[in-house]
């Protein structure tokens, strides 16, 4: 069932293109009129494309989209099907008379997962063209090939996937937030307890705990290297705010992964968090920040209790009928 999440912000819409098949997928957030962005780089394996327009000493102060995609690294051809919407549709920014678009991109390592086809121009475009205030969470878009627990290889992981959530200040003042998890590590619940991750074998459902059968372990130890993870963040507000500012609510609202997640930001991941700012309004920073962060946590956890193990993994739903 298609919810709001993000989408309940006024310019945002989201187009989602999903093979299920493939096992993979492309999420395009669109920002109608434009939006200032800024990014924090939460791990150490980021896939990219076009991010460097969002350092503050950027010139560039302005971008129309954002797309996210599986594939990894080929799954960054996927930004060039949304540059060709938006030239079609007229949108970008004004060089001289010549409109550009300016579409970061960044992509998950799903190619375990799906069947070793990667999204492309015409999977995004496809999304462009289903752009909507509909959202789709678990195992869409995105997500579609997205996988979490993987400290002992994709046989004992589960399916991670996408999750949006929304909140109003007292003020009036949104926020948005849109998740593709597929993380190293296990997923938590408010009581730190897993809700999905690495299982002790294929066909169990008890869960390892990564990160305690990582601090069991020495220095000389033979830790599997797993560096095919990355959790995706967008955090939108409809408050007013230039791309320093931004940067630092991106940096806040990592503390969302860090909740959920575990372990999190580690080597072995690749996380991005970006930060939009779509409106004028006028907020604090820090409010925005904080409350950013308990949008991405309970985010997280929604993308893993709505995804669809598509018949390979398990998913949170399955183990949820087997107990």
């Not at 780089?41 to 989209?65: F, M, N, P």
């Not at 375990?112 to 990667?118: K, N, V, Y």
């Not at 599997?224 to 630092?248: G, R």
Request: charge should be neutral; proline fraction near 2%.
């Amino acid at each position: 069932m298609p919810v709001t999440g993000i989408s309940m912000l006024d310019n945002v819409l989201v187009g989602e293109c999903t093979d299920k098949v493939n096992r993979t997928g492309v999420s395009v957030i669109y920002f109608e009129g434009g939006a200032v962005a800024g990014v924090y780089k939460y791990g150490s394996a980021t896939s990219t494309r076009q991010i460097d327009s969002l350092e503050a000493s950027h010139t560039v102060s302005r971008i129309d989209a954002i797309t996210l995609s599986g594939g990894s690294a080929f799954g960054l051809d996927a930004g060039c099907g949304v540059m060709r919407w938006l030239k079609e549709n007229g949108k970008g920014t004004d060089v001289r008379g010549i409109r550009i678009p300016v579409v970061p991109t960044a992509a998950i390592f799903d190619l375990r997962f799906s069947t070793g086809l990667t999204p492309d121009c015409t999977m995004s475009y496809r999304a462009c063209s289903a752009l909507s205030k509909d959202v789709h969470e678990g195992s869409e878009g995105a997500g579609t090939g997205a996988t979490v627990g993987k400290i002992n290889g994709m046989e004992s992981a589960m399916k991670g996937g996408v999750g949006t959530t929304y909140d109003k200040l007292s003020n009036g003042t949104g926020i948005g937030v849109y998740v593709v998890v597929n993380a190293f590590g296990d997923i938590m619940d408010k009581n730190r307890k897993i809700v999905a991750g690495a299982r002790k074998e294929k066909s169990s459902k008890e869960f390892i705990d990564t990160s305690g059968f990582i601090t069991g372990h020495t220095a000389d130890s033979k830790i599997p290297q797993i560096p095919e993870n990355t959790t995706l963040c967008i955090v939108a507000t409809d408050a007013k705010f230039d791309k320093s500012s931004l940067i630092t609510i991106a940096r806040m609202a990592s503390a969302g992964i860090a909740r959920a997640i575990s372990p999190a930001g580690s080597s072995f991941d690749g996380d991005l968090v970006f930060a939009v700012s779509c409106g004028s309004k006028s907020e604090l920073i820090d409010i925005v920040g904080d409350v950013s962060s308990r949008l991405v946590e309970e985010a997280i956890k929604r993308a893993v209790m709505h995804a669809d193990g598509l018949g390979v993994l398990p998913s949170y739903s399955d183990l949820k009928k087997k107990g």
